[in-house]
Each structure stands twice: as C-alpha cells, then as structure tokens.
C-alpha cells in the first residue's frame, strides 16, 4: 500500500513537472516572437520566407526553376505582404526562425507592383493562369472589415518546433481583440489541419488551368 501511494505521488510530481515545464515552453515561445521590427530586420525576415516557400506548391509553379524563384520571389513579397512592415505588423522568432505578415483591416497587397513582377517573370502561357488565381483569391476576401495574412512561413531546418503555431496564436489575440475575422489563403494542404486548429474555416478550393490547389480559409473572432 505504501509502495502503491509512493508510485502514485511520484507519478503525479512527475505529471505536474511535464505540465509546467509544457508552459515554460510555451512562455518562451511568446518571449523570442518579436513585434518590434526594424528596417535591418527586413531582409533577414524576407530571406527566411524565402527558404520557407521553397518547396511551396504554388511558388513552384509560378516561378518553376530555383534561378528564376530565388530571383523575384523577394520582390513577390515586398509587393505582396510589405505594408506589414510599414503598418508594424510583421512579426518573427527571434534568429529569424520564422516570420509572419499580417494586413491589417483595410490594406491591402500592392497590386500594381505584382502585375509588373509577374509580367516580367512570369512564362508568357502561364501569365494568364496566374493572374486568374490571384484574382480568385481576392474573392474569396469577406466583405466585411478583416485582418489579412498573406504570407507565414518557417525555416525548413526549424520545423516541427511550434513556432508557426505561436506566430499564429500571437497574432490572433490581436485579431480577438479587435473583433475582427482573419482570412488566410493555404497554398500548401498539409498546413490546412494547422490553420483549423485555430479556429479557420475552409471556404472553398480554387484551381486555374494547371495550378496546384489554394485553400481560402476564414476565423471568426472570439
């Protein structure tokens, strides 16, 4: 009996360390998410969405070779999601592990700068194809006022880590708060189970000619 009830308390103490050591972990998680993101921060934070989209589907298929991907998906994102950076709503992990863009309620990509990167860059047959994805993909945009992530991504060599589920849940506070939506676009299905843990809705699935899937997805705030 004694034995039993040692057992027993060890246990617990050892379930109780697990738990709070679980927290620490999650603690630390917020600490290294910096909010504060200087101009010598941005390349650095452009590089890791960079590598992070490498293997990208859709990024693939636009600029299919790794010279031409390596060459204009920089400026893709400047052009698609660089108002974060204006608007101070850009966020990464400290060591540029990872990194997230958010839009805030009405503002939206530079339209005209990626007409200009994809008339340049990309084939001419797929021209078309990529402009009528992107054009879907605006539709998909509730109507109503709403926070906007087009770009999250993190280094492939720091996956598995937790950082894109703490990038997330800190930005959704934000967007909590506020009583705002989040709209996202995946264009990766494997992150799709990801985003619905965190309360995204899929709202549809579009496909142009060749293009892999993208997967729009809406939160309600709570």
């Known amino acids: ?88 709503t850009a966020y990464y992990v ?35 194809n990529v402009f009528a994805l992107f054009d879907q993909m605006g539709r998909y945009h509730p109507s109503e006022s709403h926070w906007y992530l087009p770009l999250m991504g993190v280094d492939p060599l720091k996956q598995g880590k937790g950082f894109g589920s703490a990038l997330m849940q800190h930005a959704l506070m934000r967007c909590d708060r506020d009583n705002k939506p989040a709209y996202l676009e995946s264009s990766n299905p494997r992150n799709i189970a990801l985003y619905e843990r965190f309360g995204f809705e899929l709202l549809s699935t579009i496909q142009i000619g060749t293009s892999p899937y993208v997967f729009p997805m809406l939160r309600r705030p709570r």
């Open 94 to 128: 400290d060591g540029y592990a990872a990194a997230a863009l958010w839009l805030p309620p009405d503002v939206l990509p530079d339209e005209e700068i990626l007409i200009s990167i994809f008339q340049h860059s990309v084939s001419e047959q797929n021209q078309n």
């Open 1 to 88: 009996m004694t034995e039993s009830i040692s057992s027993n308390k060890h246990s617990m103490l050892v379930g109780e360390n697990a738990k709070m050591l679980r927290e620490q972990i999650e603690e630390e998680k917020y600490k290294i998410i910096s909010e504060r993101v200087l101009s010598s921060d941005e390349a650095s934070i452009i590089d890791v969405l960079v590598r992070a989209f490498s293997a990208d589907p859709v990024a693939q298929w636009i600029w299919p070779s790794s010279q031409q991907y390596h060459m204009y998906f920089p400026s893709f994102v400047r052009a698609f999601a660089g108002k974060a950076f204006t608007h101070e």
